[in-house]
C-alpha cells in the first residue's frame, strides 16, 4: 500500500518540486493547479483514492482556504496540510481554524516534509482507530466496516443486509477465522435494535457447568460458588441482539432451555422461582454442519429449524483471494495506529507472497500475521522479512503437500535382502505389480503410463504371476 498526496499548487515549478520529494519518500502522487481543480477531484470518485492534501494557500480565483471551506465539510477523514511561503504564517493559522491538520513552509527540507506527514498519518490513524472502537462500543458497526470488496464477500453482504432489516432469527456459517461476530455486528448495528446491546457469547469456550448459568443467570446461593446474584446474557441483551457463536458446542439439556427460551421469549435463572420475559434478537454462528450434527444426535432438530431461518454462508479467504491486499492494507493501518509506529504500508515483494498463501486460518489468521509483523517491523515499510512465520508456513504447507502426492508404498528398493542390488526382472515385475495396484487393474491406464501395447502388458502379467487382490481372496 502507497499513500497517494495531493498536490495543490497553481506553481508548476513548486508543485514539481514537491513532487519529486514527495516521490523520494515513497508516496505516491497527483498534482493540480487550481483550487477548482482539487475541489472537483476531492469531491468526485476519485477523491476516494487520496489519502492526504498538500494545499497551497495564495491561489488566483479559489484560495486554499476556499479550498478547506468546500472540501472539510464532506471529506473531514482527507487530512490537509497547508503548503505556505515564508511570512505567511498568519494565513495558516487561519486555514488551521478551517480544518487544515498542519502547515509547512515550502522552503522546508524532505526531512521537515517527512515528519509532517508521518506526525499527520500517524494522527489520523489513531483518529480512525479510536472511532471505530467507540461505534464497535456502541454496537454501531456497519456493513462498510467489513473489509473486502469480492463478489464473494460483496453477495454475502448483500444477504446479510436483507436480514438487518427485519428480526429475523439469522444462523451464519463458515470457517473459524472468517469474521462470523463482526457480520453479527454489522446485523445489528444495521438494524432497528442499533444501539441497544450486542452481546457475543462463545458457546465452547464456557466451562459445561456454567452454560445453563452464564447464559440464563442465577440466583445467590443457587449452587456452590454463587456468591452473587447474576442475570445472565439474554437479560444483558434485553432489547438488543445475542449472538451465539459455536452454538453447535451447547449440551442437548441446554439446547432445550435454549429452544424454549427463544419459543416464550422468557428465561429462568438457575434457582429462580419464575421465569423472566426477555426481549432479544438471536444470531447464531457455527462451523459444524448442524444438519449432521442433528442426523448424529448431537444437536436437536426442532432448535436447528428454529435458529436456521435465514442462514448464509461467509466465504472462506481461499474463496475471497481478491480481498488479501485490502484486508493486509486495513490491518497494517489499524496496528500501525495502535503501535504508534509510521508504517506507510506492506511492500510489493511481501504483498504478492502473501496473496499466494493459503490462510487456512483465514481472515484472524492474516490479521494476527500483521499484528506480528508490525511489532517487528523497524523500518516505515513491511517487507518479506517480517512475515518470515508465514513463509516458513507456506514451505511445510509445500513440503507436505509434495509428500503426500507419493503414495507410502510408492517406493520399489533397490537392493534384495542380502544387500546385493535386484536384477532388472525382478524390477521390472515389482513396478508392474506396484502401477496395477495405484491404477486399480485399469488396464488402459496402466498401459499408457508405462507406454506398453495392452497385450505386451497382459503377457508380462501372465509371465509374473501378478493376481489383483481380490482374486487372491477368491482363490483362498
Not at 121 to 139: A, P, T, Y
Request: charged share 30%; with cysteine.
Amino acid at each position: 500500500m502507497s499513500i497517494h498526496v495531493l498536490v495543490v499548487d497553481n506553481d508548476p515549478i513548486q508543485s514539481r518540486t514537491a513532487e519529486l520529494n514527495l516521490n523520494k519518500l515513497g508516496y505516491k502522487v497527483t498534482a493540480c493547479n487550481s483550487g477548482a481543480e482539487a475541489i472537483g477531484l476531492l469531491l468526485g470518485k476519485k477523491g476516494d483514492e487520496i489519502n492526504l492534501v498538500l494545499l497551497d494557500l495564495s491561489m488566483p480565483e479559489i484560495s486554499g482556504i476556499d479550498v478547506l471551506r468546500k472540501v472539510t465539510p464532506h471529506r473531514p477523514d482527507i487530512p490537509i496540510i497547508i503548503h505556505t511561503a515564508h511570512g505567511d504564517v498568519q494565513h495558516a493559522v487561519e486555514a488551521l481554524q478551517e480544518g487544515a491538520v498542519d502547515f509547512i513552509e515550502k522552503q522546508d527540507g524532505v526531512e521537515r516534509l517527512k515528519t509532517c506527514i508521518e506526525n499527520v498519518i500517524r494522527i489520523n490513524r489513531l483518529q480512525h482507530e479510536v472511532h471505530r472502537l467507540k461505534r464497535s462500543s456502541d454496537g454501531q458497526v456497519h456493513f462498510s466496516d467489513i473489509t473486502g470488496s469480492s463478489d464473494a464477500i460483496e453477495k454475502t453482504k448483500t444477504l446479510a443486509e436483507r436480514a438487518a432489516q427485519s428480526n429475523i432469527p439469522v444462523l451464519i456459517k463458515g470457517e473459524s477465522g472468517v469474521g462470523k461476530e463482526l457480520f453479527a455486528s454489522a446485523i445489528h448495528g444495521s438494524s432497528a435494535r442499533s444501539g441497544k446491546p450486542f452481546i457475543a457469547v462463545n458457546c465452547a469456550a464456557i466451562p459445561e457447568n456454567l452454560v445453563e448459568s452464564v447464559l440464563f443467570g442465577h440466583e445467590k446461593g443457587s449452587f456452590t460458588g454463587a456468591i452473587e446474584k447474576t442475570i445472565g446474557k439474554f437479560r444483558e441483551a434485553d432489547g438488543g441482539t445475542l449472538f451465539l457463536d459455536e452454538i453447535g458446542e451447547l449440551r442437548l439439556d441446554v439446547q432445550v432451555k435454549l429452544l424454549r427460551a427463544l419459543q416464550e421469549n422468557e428465561v429462568e435463572p438457575v434457582g429462580a422461582g419464575k421465569p423472566v420475559k426477555v426481549s432479544v434478537r438471536l444470531i447464531s454462528a457455527t462451523n459444524r454442519n448442524l444438519k449432521d450434527e442433528v442426523a448424529k444426535g448431537s444437536f436437536r432438530e426442532d432448535l436447528y429449524y428454529r435458529i436456521n431461518v435465514f442462514p448464509f454462508t461467509i466465504p472462506s479467504l481461499k474463496e475471497r483471494k481478491g480481498d488479501i491486499i485490502e484486508l493486509l492494507e486495513h490491518f497494517a493501518d489499524i496496528f500501525s495506529a495502535q503501535e504508534n509506529k509510521s508504517i506507510r504500508g506492506i511492500s510489493d515483494e511481501a504483498t504478492k507472497i502473501l496473496c499466494q498463501y493459503s490462510w487456512p486460518g483465514n481472515v484472524r489468521q492474516l490479521e494476527n500475521a500483521v499484528y506480528r509483523a508490525v511489532v517487528l517491523c523497524d523500518g516505515n515499510m513491511l517487507g518479506v522479512d517480517d512475515f518470515q512465520h508465514i513463509i516458513s508456513a507456506m514451505d511445510r504447507t509445500h513440503k507436505e503437500a509434495k509428500n503426500a502426492a507419493i503414495p507410502e508404498d510408492g517406493f520399489i528398493a533397490l537392493f534384495d535382502e542380502k544387500g546385493e542390488f535386484k536384477n532388472l526382472h525382478d524390477f521390472e515385475g515389482e513396478l508392474l505389480q506396484k502401477a496395477l495396484g495405484h491404477y486399480k487393474w485399469k488396464i488402459s491406464e496402466v498401459s499408457r503410463r508405462l507406454n506398453i501395447g495392452r497385450s505386451t502388458l497382459y503377457r508380462k502379467i501372465e509371465e509374473f504371476g501378478i493376481v489383483e487382490e481380490k482374486h487372491k481372496d477368491n482363490a483362498a
